[in-house]
């Protein structure tokens, strides 16, 4: 089990950009994938991007392709979400997720059972 604790949200224009982090603590970090998403007013929890455990392979929602890149540093222990060219539509709660496996079918968005408690991003038109 690892702890998560994001930051980096704030109120941009659209077009914009912002890098959120995400700090983790405990022993599994490096053992864990590691996934941001988001949930805006009214809609449900959506996956945004997912990162394998050495940060060498990646995966985006279509929405973000992109725009959005995740990276991670396992020396650090901490998963960024760097947003470019943000639009309104990008307004959410953004959560930090972590999965503790080994399984070849890392990059789908069941399994995370390590959240933050999300940050908030806003975008102005």
């Known amino acids: 089990q690892v702890q998560l604790v994001e930051s980096g949200g704030g109120l941009v224009q659209a077009g914009g950009s912002l890098r959120l982090s995400c700090a983790a603590s405990g022993r599994t970090f490096s053992s864990c994938v590691m996934g941001w998403f988001r949930q805006a007013p009214g809609k449900e929890r959506e996956i945004v991007a997912i990162?394998?455990?050495?940060?060498?392979?990646?995966s985006y929602a279509d929405t973000v392709k992109g725009r959005f890149t995740i990276s991670r540093d396992n020396a650090k222990k901490t998963v960024y979400l760097q947003m470019n060219s943000l639009k309104p539509e990008d307004t959410a709660v953004y959560y930090c997720a972590a999965k503790l496996t080994s399984a070849s079918n890392w990059n789908t968005s069941v399994g995370f059972g390590s959240w933050g408690q999300g940050t908030q991003v806003t975008v102005s038109s």
């Open positions: 990162i394998n455990w050495s940060g060498g392979d990646t």
